[in-house]
């Protein structure tokens, strides 16, 4: 049974091909992006519940696509990636709704609690908003 569905953005190909794999035997829906635009294509609301985003990436940065995903999808949880030259931008992505940064490289384990607790996060967020609709709902008169 899949968990929840990822989305890998990361211009390394050797590092996207390997996280893919990876999440994957964790048994996660996993799908990579090589650059910013070509993940906005592949990205709609509702499609990646996570989405793990490198900074530093030729065209436009991880800080611009994530304010892109940010307004498509605003409840999909951001995971930035960030070598050691750019934590700086990984605590800026937190400022524009990144759920948190990770440095590469990274273990598994680690990305995985990440992973995990941001998906906590965006769950238990749509669960208050459904709960807020049917209280609404409910409240109605007939």
Do not use: W
Request: net charge negative; glycine share 6%.
């Amino acid at each position: 049974m899949t968990r929840y569905s990822v989305l890998v953005v990361d211009d390394e190909q050797d590092f996207r091909e390997i996280m893919v794999k990876k999440l994957r035997k964790k048994e996660l829906e996993c799908d990579g992006a090589p650059d910013g635009e070509t993940a906005l294509q592949m990205f709609s609301p509702g499609k990646y519940d996570v989405v793990l985003l490198d900074v530093k990436m030729p065209g436009r940065d991880g800080i611009e696509i994530l304010q892109e995903m940010k307004k498509i999808a605003p409840m999909t949880e951001v995971v930035m990636l960030t070598g050691h030259a750019s934590v700086e931008s990984g605590i800026n992505g937190i400022k524009f709704g990144a759920f948190d940064y990770l440095m590469k490289p990274m273990d598994m384990e680690r990305l995985m609690e990440k992973l995990d607790a941001a998906y906590e996060r965006k769950r238990s967020q749509q669960q208050k908003i459904e709960m807020a609709q049917i209280k609404k709902d409910m409240a109605m008169p007939s």
